[in-house]
């Protein structure tokens, strides 16, 4: 994903209660959703008394060695990895928090965004408060510690103040808290250890590689905590509870390998090619998706069309900071390091390009002349998504608006901007169909960023509407 | 392919002449190559001067800094990467060499193996040689060093004496030497860049990467010379060419994207799926691929039987050595860092697995084990090459004939063996229909290491025939 | 020093204004404050619009890389060295701290210690802080924050409220300010450069290394404020102001070739050592130093008794967190990385043996030692600091009472302990003599440390009386 | 020394023979050598049967890390630190050298410098070898390869080809040579451990780290074997034995606390400052000293003339190839990170300074400048070595004839040029009476550098007489 896209989720989460190799496990489970978030890392560890934490900038391989993992001794982890904003860079946002009080030691990792953030800090500075970092996270923190009452009253209180996207992981000396927002805008599940701890993910995928068993999701506005080797489950608020998460984890974020809400990823990205060619068939001699995400959706494809699917397009595997990027003298002389197109291939064929999803365009652009310039005859465009026509407010890092080009133009025009014989967005139905294709599923999605519906107030966030 | 598989090439090579970033592109087509070497990497350069080289052990992007690249300058280059094999390790085996002497310098990267190598050394020491490796490559700078005349034909004189499987790039201060043994075994290509000069790369990906277009390969006994910017072109031997590109390149080594004597790889390999099909269908409710070399025979097969091709194997990407491996005893807790079974995919399923290969047969059983773990009804596995009975001597690293499985197996014993519901590997005849799909196509395989055809002579080695 | 001496300094801090290249600047002067601090680094900029942090554990030159300072752009810079303390590892409490608040951002160094910090805290909690670190400079921000007014007003409240040590470099945005406590207990200079721009630091030695003219010692009390390429001074508080300079910052902490109110280190060290020999002398054939702090004083002796000063004990300047430690089994065979006695310049003589000071007494014990297995026939041993007897509460790392083993044996008990021959302390009068040497002189010292006259309230802090 | 100096050793050597951690021991003994060489550093280690090396470029701590250390697991070692000379950089030229022969392997540390190198390689190349590096050391390694018979009459032959300076360390996989030339020119000692084991080093001081008993120093002419745990001693050659130990080791290069030929270099070097104040004293206030290598003789020559010794240069230890440079932009505006005077010594007084050696005469005209700029009134430079006017052909990089201002220049001129107000090299005479301060000692030593007296042949290089 690195470096290709023009997606980005901020973050995921892992949590860990019971186990005596805490940190190392949670290592592992920050490896595999590695993929939420590239540019830092951390883990807290608490053996009961106290709270550890090791974090910093980079891929979790760069971030931890194994004396530093062996020095996050305890039983009970939490930990991160995070996608860096623009304004937000520095060790100073790197998570997860960890705050010093009186009362204990209290720490926090979350993902999502906190839409009323500001507001929130404006109201608690005005109390005193004073902040370490520009991240929304602090906030939470700040929060629980005005509180009164027992800690999860105290918890309860705060998240009761928080609109917006979280999936949160809390912990303190001797317990640890999971919650998700009251829209369950962003996933976090349970799992549980052969050796009867609890495990908590922003992901499947990160359960199966620790050998934990899948136990449940955790509800909309749930709030679970494990202390002493039990689970407590309850709601932290009255409000009504929705069932709204975001698309773009089916999509586009998440592995293909996770389950979210019980759904499996790649399969409803399969679903969701086969839909693409059921609305939108055009005759082609192959189909190629844009790797990685979009794979699994060109087969879908593929197989419903009955037109072979074939590897037009490579990626290149670089990783970390260390690699020397080329000049754009390089560049110009036709040195590519991220994507290359097969001429062997595409030469001289007809092609249906799947990709997942159109941000501002350029990348789109770019991909159809590499096909053309390896001989394609015809590149037809479908997305497995929706066009993007607002921002998102609830933790992906998408432009503002007006660098939407779907913002700015129709697919008519986006078409020709990008260079494709045909151009296709799957319907927000479709969409739909694909993740929903089980009966029994009623819940819904967010999908604010193609309709503009959001799920929550904007406060003082504006967008323009069509 | 990092760790996981049993099979490892064990070098690609890289040279360019005319283009004042020779280092930069070098690094980029080594990049490219990394999967055919991880453990080392090496660059050298010539101002036309004087030939500086920088290596060591890592990735290429562990080797090279930006400050390193640039002080390799110069405008040709030639670049080595490399696998590590058990004995062989140490920074003294790492290519490319570089030798000294009064007539100038010399540098050689190597991919494949001297058969007659020990040999050669054994006469080259009573004759006075010392040897600072023990790499089979020093013996050819020692031998073109012996030799009389102008430099092309001490070169030919030296490459008359060896026998077995070598892609060579040999470079002087002011010219470079492409070579391929008269048997073809280890590919070597020819491209251009857009400012005319000259790029070799073991694979084609290569080319593409760096801008390069394809010329054509070096055929089997050719040495190619780029001097003045100009190509020279002669074979070396007077002895009979035979065309015997190894099957496994095809098969596993090479990247999908590449182009082997003009055929691309990956259509192979989705032939090869297609042809797995027509040998031994078995009715079953999902194919599946073990990542990532298997991927397209699956596909492949998926498309000729009309059963879905699914996603039930995740490959972990975990890069480098400074993964922190997990203990045996979280291991034993089901810690699982390479493979993943998709348990929401496998379940409850009858599951066709392709993989491209068995050697000793311990990760094919543990892949069967994951699946039937994630709830498969049924596993039928399906190779994409012929059973591996005997070892390769031309610059493979399987193990050693009393280690492969197929030596010692039969195919209904390995079945049980592995614990599939059923096990099949495609025919000889099956696998070169796949590779030599174009009827224009009369070149040959070397398939040794399925039959035991060897086509050189074994010198000291020896091999059980059955 | 490096792990070789049992006292340790918490902190150097410099800063500089109006130079282009001021965290590069920063980065020079942080360096030649090495010794002050070896466990953490970091430097804070300002491009008048926004400050920007850089800070790691580690060494200045293993926390800072060419392309970090370079990202580090803008005119204004604070920058810290760290000895971290036993509880108190951990990035959280690396310097400079970083405020963001709705009026600006707010950076802070502190060298010292805060003695009422704990209370300041609790009462701050009270209030609705929240602190993200165990360290007492956080105490700092929270304070500054909560006041009213104009920005110097608000600092000058903040500072009120302080007890205890500390040097203090606060940055704003636009405007840099520099404060010492009203006992200067911790040094700080002001040096101009040549481009007219200001610098502060703990040391004159790190005013020299960037080529800035000595201006003259912050007062204690005093607060300047640099803005606009201006310099403006006042006294934050109408409390008295006392000059108690820590004597140990002589004796022990400070470079030799520093100047600290105008007084050179290394000349009252040797000072020292000539007042040792006219408090204690004793016939010897040689004068050796323990090095490398114990030098000067040794040459002073030598030069004050006429006995030739030799180098008698050689320390091995072994770097970094990189060192591979002897194993137990190593040291036990003789193994010495730290300090060794050369037997050719000892054998056989009578030793005069010139210390700093002696805290546990473990390491005289062990040097004793090693100068009679030399062959030494006698050793004595002369310290250049008073006994200590009571704990530094003032930013320096004494173990507690109870460890300090003047505490708990007179000299004639320590003397047999450390194996000496004989063993004397110079006197109170003495190292005073030593330090104000020059008529005009009439600050005084804080020697709370050897006589309890602690210069503040313990708060809760306790000693025991002899 | 780094970066300071214009003389460079190029090496130092360590081996050990029969202790459990030989690879270990090796890394303390090359690290007490570090100031012999700093570029480059490796380890060779046998377990009997088989060698294996590791080495790179860097200090011993940047080369090594302790899995690298444990990985040479062996009870025989020999080890090398290098001074990177400007034409032979690179991994190439790293020692130690490592052979592989039918025979055996054969590694060999060199500290010198053959001086009929070339000649030899010529002889060699026409009999067939060829050279992997640009080193003079792996002439020997094909010298002994080409003999007959038993190994150490095959190493002696060898070692009767070689002219020039050599402290050799020659390993096989069950025993360890330990030679120097026949002049003696550089420094090689025998030393035992507690377990029995033998070490052998360049200098005494790595004897001392590793708790090593000095038995003797390695004659001139003698081969040393060590097998089975015993010593075998005998002379390599019948040609006449000289002892022409390197003056320049006793003034320059050698630790203080190291004793070459059982001559403290400390103490040699007091007595050199001693004899310069008889042969030159001029009155002035105080006597300083370049640090570090000119301490000794300041304070030998302070004792001597009754003038306080005072600390009036400071050098910043800054360490290793990470330190970031100042630009040439802020050196001229004064930053200084190798040497600063200190003002508040020096200002106002007339100053002797004390250097030990004059190459280019660049570095003294700056530390005068230094000194005047801060204040010093007179400053008197007093040389503790004769005038170097001859290149050293023996192992120091000094520069070519040309560059040796003392070859250009009067002394009268150079105190003009260096801007001093007077200037005085110690006599030839006097350097040798520092030296050999002892009755019995009648070995001689070599000062070609000094007056052109060069004890071997000189080949093809060449020397202008005066």
């Not at 509870?241 to 999509?251: F, G, H, L, P």
């Not at 003298?329 to 092609?351: P, Y």
């Not at 590149?379 to 998504?385: D, E, G, K, L």
């Given at each position: 994903?690195?470096d290709?896209k023009e997606?980005?989720?901020?973050c995921?989460?892992f949590?860990?209660?019971?186990?005596?190799?805490a940190?190392?496990?949670?290592?592992?489970g920050?490896?595999?959703?590695?993929?939420?978030g590239?540019?830092?890392a951390?883990i807290l560890?608490?053996?009961?008394h106290?709270?550890?934490?090791?974090?910093?900038?980079?891929?979790v391989?760069?971030?931890?060695?194994?004396?530093?993992?062996?020095?996050?001794?305890?039983?009970m982890a939490?930990g991160h990895?995070?996608?860096?904003?623009?304004?937000?860079?520095?060790?100073?946002?790197?998570?997860p928090?960890?705050?010093?009080?009186?009362?204990?030691d209290?720490?926090?990792?979350?993902?999502?965004?906190?839409?009323n953030?500001?507001?929130?800090?404006?109201?608690?500075?005005?109390?005193?408060?004073?902040f370490?970092?520009?991240?929304?996270?602090?906030?939470?923190?700040?929060?629980?510690?005005?509180?009164?009452?027992r800690?999860?009253?105290?918890?309860?209180q705060a998240?009761q103040?928080?609109?917006?996207?979280?999936?949160?992981?809390?912990?303190?000396?001797?317990?640890?808290y999971?919650?998700?927002?009251?829209?369950g805008?962003?996933p976090?599940s349970?799992?549980q250890?052969?050796?009867?701890g609890y495990v908590?993910?922003?992901?499947?995928?990160?359960?199966?590689?620790?050998?934990?068993?899948?136990?449940?999701d955790?509800?909309?506005?749930e709030?679970?905590?494990?202390?002493?080797g039990?689970?407590?489950?309850?709601?932290?608020?009255d409000?009504?509870?929705?069932?709204?998460?975001?698309?773009?984890?089916?999509?586009?974020f998440?592995?293909?390998?996770?389950?979210?809400?019980?759904?499996?990823?790649?399969?409803?990205?399969?679903?969701?090619g086969?839909?693409?060619?059921?609305?939108s068939?055009v005759?082609?001699?192959?189909?190629?998706?844009?790797p990685?995400s979009?794979?699994s959706?060109?087969i879908g494809?593929?197989?419903?069309?009955g037109?072979?699917?074939?590897?037009g397009?490579?990626k290149?595997?670089?990783?970390?900071?260390?690699?020397?990027?080329?000049t754009?003298?390089?560049?110009?002389?036709?040195?590519?390091?991220?994507?290359s197109a097969?001429?062997s291939?595409?030469?001289?064929?007809?092609?249906?390009?799947i990709?997942?999803?159109i941000?501002?365009?350029?990348t789109?652009?770019?991909?159809?002349?590499?096909?053309?310039?390896?001989?394609?005859k015809?590149?037809?465009?479908?997305?497995a998504?929706?066009?993007?026509?607002?921002?998102?407010?609830?933790?992906?890092?998408?432009?503002t608006?007006?660098?939407?080009?779907?913002h700015k133009?129709d697919?008519?025009e986006?078409?020709?901007?990008?260079?494709?014989?045909?151009?296709y967005?799957?319907?927000?139905?479709?969409?739909k169909?694909?993740?929903?294709?089980?009966?029994?599923?009623t819940?819904?999605?967010?999908?604010?960023?193609?309709?503009?519906?959001?799920?929550?107030s904007?406060?003082?966030?504006e967008?323009?509407r069509?």
């Amino acid at each position: 994903m690195y470096d290709l896209k023009e997606l980005h989720e901020e973050c995921g989460v892992f949590g860990i209660a019971n186990h005596k190799d805490a940190a190392q496990i949670c290592y592992y489970g920050l490896h595999s959703l590695q993929h939420r978030g590239q540019e830092a890392a951390g883990i807290l560890v608490s053996n009961q008394h106290k709270l550890t934490v090791h974090k910093g900038e980079g891929l979790v391989t760069e971030v931890f060695n194994a004396s530093q993992i062996q020095a996050l001794s305890g039983d009970m982890a939490i930990g991160h990895v995070r996608y860096s904003t623009a304004g937000g860079g520095g060790i100073a946002n790197v998570q997860p928090f960890l705050f010093r009080t009186m009362q204990g030691d209290l720490g926090i990792c979350h993902n999502g965004n906190i839409v009323n953030a500001n507001l929130l800090k404006y109201e608690l500075e005005i109390q005193g408060s004073i902040f370490s970092s520009s991240s929304d996270t602090e906030v939470i923190g700040h929060l629980i510690k005005r509180q009164n009452g027992r800690m999860i009253e105290r918890i309860c209180q705060a998240l009761q103040r928080l609109d917006g996207a979280f999936a949160l992981l809390i912990m303190l000396e001797d317990r640890l808290y999971a919650v998700r927002d009251k829209y369950g805008l962003r996933p976090l599940s349970i799992g549980q250890l052969p050796n009867g701890g609890y495990v908590f993910a922003s992901e499947t995928c990160a359960l199966d590689i620790v050998g934990a068993k899948f136990l449940r999701d955790i509800e909309p506005g749930e709030i679970v905590r494990v202390k002493d080797g039990k689970l407590l489950s309850m709601l932290y608020t009255d409000e009504p509870i929705q069932d709204k998460i975001c698309a773009m984890e089916y999509i586009y974020f998440s592995r293909p390998d996770s389950d979210l809400d019980g759904i499996n990823v790649h399969t409803t990205r399969k679903l969701a090619g086969k839909q693409l060619y059921q609305e939108s068939h055009v005759d082609a001699d192959i189909v190629i998706g844009v790797p990685d995400s979009s794979i699994s959706a060109a087969i879908g494809y593929s197989e419903a069309a009955g037109i072979p699917y074939e590897m037009g397009l490579i990626k290149n595997k670089y990783v970390g900071r260390t690699f020397i990027q080329p000049t754009q003298e390089l560049r110009s002389q036709g040195v590519r390091m991220k994507l290359s197109a097969v001429s062997s291939i595409v030469n001289n064929k007809r092609v249906i390009m799947i990709d997942d999803s159109i941000v501002r365009g350029t990348t789109s652009k770019r991909i159809v002349k590499l096909l053309k310039d390896a001989g394609a005859k015809e590149v037809h465009v479908r997305i497995a998504s929706p066009a993007i026509k607002y921002p998102c407010f609830y933790g992906v890092d998408t432009s503002t608006q007006s660098e939407l080009i779907s913002h700015k133009m129709d697919v008519h025009e986006l078409c020709q901007y990008i260079g494709a014989d045909s151009l296709y967005f799957i319907s927000e139905e479709g969409i739909k169909k694909s993740i929903h294709f089980k009966k029994e599923h009623t819940c819904d999605l967010c999908m604010a960023c193609f309709n503009g519906h959001y799920v929550t107030s904007l406060y003082e966030n504006e967008v323009e509407r069509d």
